[in-house]
């Protein structure tokens, strides 16, 4: 079994930073995509970024050039670097990862429990 957790989150100004980490446990063999989400009151869950394996990036429009995602393989830890906060990005983040938890099964999806961040215009 893998459990994520989150952390970092909190009460910010517009125009501040938070950090937020999610960590992996449990019976891991190897870990593939990690990946951030958020979700505010009454909205649709939406995607933040990805990070690969070894290290590629994506992130949508609304966040690129602001949030900046890492990794480190070693602590099975992912990051969200999040500059430039505007109200907007008010929400609870998740952090969904791709596990194989053995070199023979099948990888598949966990989330984390998240994080609120609260930014204050």
């Known amino acids: 079994q893998v459990q994520l957790v989150e952390s970092g989150g909190g009460l910010v100004q517009a125009g501040g930073s938070l950090r937020l980490s999610c960590a992996a446990s449990?019976?891991?063999?190897?870990?593939?995509?990690m990946e951030w989400y958020r979700q505010a009151p009454g909205k649709q869950r939406e995607w933040v970024a990805t990070i690969t394996s070894v290290g590629s990036t994506n992130y949508p429009d609304s966040v690129k050039g602001r949030f900046t995602i890492s990794r480190d393989n070693a602590k099975n830890t992912a990051y969200l670097q999040m500059n430039s906060l505007q109200y907007e990005d008010t929400a609870v983040y998740l952090c969904k990862a791709n596990v194989k938890s053995t070199r023979w099964s099948a990888s598949r999806d966990y989330w984390g429990p998240g994080t609120q961040v609260t930014v204050s215009s």
């Open positions: 449990g019976t891991i063999f190897g870990i593939n995509n």
